[in-house]
């Protein structure tokens, strides 16, 4: 059920109501100081709402206690002239008064005030208890990629302790109907990410920015994404690139538990390798057909065959990827990165293939419920969409996600 855009946002106790690419969800003012702490946005060329250039030289240090700024002994420069003092995060503008900042003696040595969406009334002003005038800085227009997919993997990230416990989640489809459905929903949303990534970046900038993000995992997606900007497709293939100074150009990895397969660099170098294979890979993989069929309820089986998924896994991992990647991380770049990418790009549906796709990573739990709902069997194996409607019910902040 397609959900109307709402321009409105409502804030109460830290936690927003904002607007998505469909529809409305649900996120937490500290994800957007996680966003500031990690810098997972562009700094170059930044202004002020009041038209003064900005340099981020230092974001502070994370106040994590309930009072006070959020980050503390940044540094910044507006127009050259270097100043510090601290950082407060808000959704929009018009907090800082309703918070009661200005009237605060613990804010007098803020030095800017960040928000995600632009003010309303930029004739506002914001200013400390001394009067003294606050730079703003408006987030949302130099994320690194949409604020829904930031939410989305910050519950993700949350959930990840959900998805190794064995009990069954209380919102599940209980059926077919409700599975095909819910996953539609996950479809759909993933397909207005990658349109906006194609208007932002072209063809070959998201298919490259998606690409290097999904080698991230869940965990390193940030600092790829920082990458992929830092290192557009263009620059890498014309330039050797000595993959260590790529790797130590972030600081933030995540390495713990991470094992030597799918370390961070060695994805990078994985990525190079296919550069320097198939530099042209992602005019390739938009050269891809897929078959465009309707469900048969009646006959799973054939649809898998009839959508000649086997024969498309193939050309993607040989063709496409130059066999570079196996196993279910072809399955996750295919449906995490190309069938969205691709539906948009030839705005042909192509939810079918999406659906009935073999599953990528994720955790075998997935596999036990889906069983244990009988909504798969050797008859109709587990698949893509039974594993995306699973993590849309996770999601759905009404409900509860695991059983007492």
């Given at each position: 059920?397609?959900?109307?855009?709402?321009?409105?946002?409502?804030?109460?106790?830290?936690?927003?109501e904002?607007?998505?690419?469909?529809?409305?969800?649900?996120?937490?003012?500290?994800?957007v100081?996680?966003?500031?702490?990690?810098?997972?946005?562009?700094?170059?060329?930044?202004?002020?709402?009041?038209?003064?250039?900005?340099?981020?030289?230092?974001?502070?240090?994370?106040?994590?206690?309930?009072?006070?700024?959020?980050?503390?002994?940044?540094?910044?420069?507006?127009?050259?002239?270097?100043?510090?003092?601290?950082?407060?995060?808000?959704?929009?503008?018009?907090?800082?008064?309703?918070?009661?900042?200005?009237?605060?003696?613990?804010?007098?040595?803020?030095?800017?005030?960040?928000?995600?969406?632009?003010?309303?009334?930029?004739?506002?002003?914001?200013?400390?208890?001394?009067?003294?005038?606050?730079?703003?800085?408006?987030?949302l227009?130099?994320?690194?990629?949409?604020?829904?997919?930031?939410?989305?993997?910050?519950?993700?990230?949350?959930?990840?302790?959900?998805?190794?416990?064995?009990?069954?989640?209380?919102?599940?489809?209980?059926?077919?109907?409700?599975?095909?459905?819910?996953?539609?929903?996950?479809?759909?949303?993933?397909?207005?990410?990658?349109?906006?990534?194609?208007e932002?970046?072209?063809?070959?900038?998201?298919?490259?920015?998606?690409l290097?993000?999904?080698?991230?995992?869940?965990r390193?997606?940030?600092?790829?994404?920082?990458?992929?900007?830092?290192?557009?497709?263009e620059?890498?293939?014309?330039?050797?690139?000595?993959?260590?100074?790529?790797?130590?150009?972030?600081?933030?990895?995540?390495?713990?538990?991470?094992?030597?397969?799918n370390?961070?660099?060695?994805?990078?170098?994985?990525?190079?390798?296919?550069l320097?294979?198939?530099?042209?890979?992602?005019?390739?993989?938009?050269?891809?057909?897929?078959?465009?069929?309707?469900?048969?309820?009646q006959?799973?089986?054939?649809n898998?065959?009839?959508?000649?998924?086997?024969?498309?896994?193939?050309?993607?991992?040989?063709?496409?990827?130059?066999?570079?990647?196996?196993?279910?991380?072809?399955?996750?770049?295919?449906?995490?990165?190309?069938?969205?990418?691709?539906?948009?790009?030839?705005?042909?549906?192509?939810?079918?293939n999406?659906?009935?796709?073999?599953?990528g990573?994720?955790?075998?739990?997935?596999?036990?419920?889906?069983r244990?709902?009988?909504?798969?069997?050797?008859?109709?194996?587990?698949?893509?969409?039974?594993?995306?409607?699973?993590?849309?019910?996770?999601?759905q902040p009404?409900?509860?996600?695991?059983?007492?």
């Amino acid at each position: 059920m397609k959900i109307e855009f709402l321009f409105l946002m409502r804030e109460e106790n830290g936690i927003a109501e904002a607007p998505g690419l469909y529809g409305t969800f649900s996120a937490e003012e500290k994800l957007v100081q996680k966003i500031w702490n990690n810098a997972e946005f562009k700094t170059e060329n930044i202004l002020t709402t009041d038209g003064k250039h900005l340099e981020i030289l230092d974001l502070g240090k994370w106040n994590l206690a309930d009072e006070g700024p959020d980050f503390k002994e940044a540094t910044i420069a507006i127009d050259g002239e270097r100043v510090s003092g601290d950082v407060e995060i808000h959704f929009e503008e018009k907090d800082w008064k309703k918070h009661g900042h200005s009237r605060d003696s613990a804010y007098a040595k803020v030095i800017l005030h960040v928000v995600l969406y632009p003010p309303k009334d930029k004739s506002e002003r914001v200013t400390s208890n001394r009067g003294n005038r606050i730079p703003t800085f408006v987030l949302l227009p130099h994320l690194l990629k949409s604020f829904e997919e930031f939410a989305e993997e910050d519950a993700m990230e949350k959930l990840s302790g959900i998805f190794n416990n064995r009990t069954l989640p209380n919102h599940f489809p209980g059926d077919w109907k409700d599975a095909r459905q819910w996953a539609k929903e996950r479809w759909t949303l993933k397909c207005m990410h990658a349109k906006k990534r194609i208007e932002t970046a072209g063809w070959e900038g998201a298919c490259h920015q998606w690409l290097l993000e999904v080698l991230g995992y869940r965990r390193n997606r940030s600092p790829m994404a920082r990458i992929s900007q830092i290192y557009p497709i263009e620059t890498w293939r014309s330039t050797s690139f000595n993959i260590e100074d790529v790797y130590r150009s972030q600081t933030d990895w995540k390495l713990k538990g991470c094992r030597p397969a799918n370390h961070p660099k060695k994805r990078l170098e994985q990525y190079d390798k296919l550069l320097n294979k198939n530099p042209g890979w992602p005019k390739l993989m938009g050269k891809m057909d897929f078959e465009q069929k309707s469900w048969n309820k009646q006959n799973y089986i054939s649809n898998r065959k009839s959508l000649n998924l086997k024969a498309r896994e193939i050309e993607f991992s040989k063709k496409v990827l130059g066999g570079v990647w196996g196993g279910t991380r072809v399955h996750t770049l295919m449906i995490d990165a190309c069938l969205p990418l691709w539906s948009v790009h030839h705005q042909v549906d192509i939810f079918e293939n999406w659906f009935y796709w073999s599953s990528g990573d994720i955790p075998e739990n997935f596999r036990i419920w889906s069983r244990e709902q009988t909504l798969s069997n050797r008859s109709h194996p587990f698949c893509n969409g039974l594993a995306q409607a699973i993590i849309y019910g996770m999601l759905q902040p009404e409900h509860s996600t695991s059983k007492s």
